[in-house]
């Protein structure tokens, strides 16, 4: 079973590192413009595995991980490399990697067999140095005056990481679409409600694709079949007897978007914090607090296009648990990957250190997809953050043989995988259900259970 996988990801690294490559690449972004020892080849290997061996590794580091790649230079030889070229070099070694390290898709659940893929999209931000204000422009008052939002659509089904693109802070995430393209028809999208909009719905919808995704308290319901005015929500939920209920209904007076209704009545516990919260937020912004607003926290209210055969309530409140999924995937990237230390003041420093940062975790992501549920049948899933500890151990030896050396990283893989498989299996929790074992037993779990606390 090992081998196929082994045999898939050792071709397409070596491809991906491949010194012709990688060289011709350099030199079209203006990297190398003269024959040169430290050529794209060693400069796009020693920053990738020397971030993946010490995620907040000095020039002094780096430099030390290319002498172990054959090559001496000092510090300063390597800080004068970094130029435009080598941002745009590592830029668009990033775009490669995202479009050839692509895993295939797994057998996951029954539950989600029928979609061709299931997606998060969410984005993080990070703050950075104020002379990158002009690329990438801060929220402004407190914050720094420049920060990268970084907007992610993974592929939960395949454990690919598809679509990652850098922006603005201050861009608002509710007018982003450049994930849109890259939806498979019949694929399931589920967004956090910061993403929510009636437009994008709409477009997911014309792609024929199923989104889920909470309501946000702005936009109109009409019951079906169609009513003249909207749902007082708030009115209309207090009448609520069950916990939970389901009903078809319309988004949005013009061009209305038919799609179900899911109304799920909250524990006390989290219904009051979650007025906390507001009350602090309000507090915070100076803004005032409505009634409205601190009734509607006794509720989630979910919209999908999903008809009811496909998912029944109790399913859809465990995918959209699912979605913490990639909540753990940008804790990863921040605090083990260290994109939340980005080192140096001057603009290709930072951009450099973190385009090859993020293509270190596109090779963590492409080499753990395909191990995510291959013990499935023993209820073992594998852990992203023991992973990547288990790759940043074995980085050092695997930098040797990335792109020389095809048998060698294939033994080097071998080795890395079945670590992997021993040592980063997910500890099994009885108290508390993981959103795997939720939504594989979703009859099982009590509503409270499954209730999804976002």
Avoid at 327 to 336: D, G, N, T, V
Wanted: contains cysteine; aromatic residues 8%; charged residues 20%.
């Amino acid at each position: 079973m090992l081998k196929p996988i082994i045999g898939q990801a050792s071709q397409k690294l070596h491809s991906y590192f491949d010194p012709e490559e990688t060289n011709r690449a350099a030199r079209q972004a203006g990297l190398v413009r003269r024959r040169s020892k430290l050529d794209g080849f060693l400069f796009l290997k020693s920053w990738v595995l020397g971030f993946l061996q010490q995620e907040q590794a000095s020039l002094s580091q780096l430099s030390q991980v290319c002498q172990d790649l054959g090559l001496k230079i000092t510090p300063q030889g390597m800080d004068e490399r970094l130029s435009e070229g080598a941002v745009d070099f590592l830029r668009e070694r990033l775009g490669q990697a995202l479009q050839s390290w692509q895993a295939k898709r797994q057998a996951v659940a029954q539950v989600l067999e029928s979609f061709s893929e299931v997606y998060f999209q969410d984005s993080t931000i990070q703050a950075l140095p104020a002379g990158l204000r002009g690329l990438f422009a801060g929220s402004g008052g407190n914050a720094s005056p420049a920060a990268v939002k970084i907007q992610l659509l993974f592929a939960y089904l395949s454990g690919n990481l598809i679509h990652v693109e850098l922006t603005s802070g201050r861009c608002p995430d509710h007018t982003y679409q450049a994930h849109l393209p890259h939806l498979l028809p019949g694929s399931l999208l589920i967004q956090d409600l910061g993403f929510f909009s009636l437009r994008l719905l709409r477009a997911v919808a014309a792609a024929q694709a199923f989104f889920l995704s909470r309501w946000r308290a702005d936009t109109q319901v009409f019951l079906t079949p169609p009513a003249e005015q909207p749902l007082d929500m708030l009115a209309f939920l207090d009448r609520q007897v069950e916990e939970v209920a389901d009903y078809a209904v319309y988004l949005g007076k013009r061009q209305s978007l038919a799609c179900r209704m899911v109304c799920v009545s909250l524990p006390a516990q989290v219904a009051a914090q979650r007025r906390r919260r507001l009350k602090a937020d309000a507090k915070r912004r100076d803004r005032p607090l409505t009634q409205r607003s601190l009734g509607l926290c006794d509720w989630n209210v979910f919209l999908t296009n999903l008809p009811a055969e496909r998912l029944s309530l109790r399913q859809i409140l465990a995918c959209y648990n699912l979605r913490w999924q990639i909540e753990l995937i940008f804790k990863l990237w921040k605090s083990q990957a260290g994109l939340k230390h980005l080192a140096g003041l001057r603009p290709e420093r930072v951009l450099c250190e973190l385009y090859a940062k993020l293509i270190g975790l596109v090779l963590t992501h492409f080499l753990v997809a395909p191990l995510r549920f291959l013990c499935i049948a023993q209820q073992v899933e594998i852990s992203a953050p023991k992973a990547r500890q288990v790759l940043q151990d074995r980085a050092k030896a695997l930098a040797q043989p990335l792109g020389l050396d095809l048998p060698g990283l294939e033994i080097e893989l071998t080795e890395l995988i079945q670590r992997i498989l021993c040592f980063a299996q997910k500890t099994k929790r009885k108290k508390h259900p993981g959103s795997y074992d939720r939504l594989i037993f979703a009859h099982q779990y009590s509503l409270a259970q499954l209730y999804p606390l976002a």
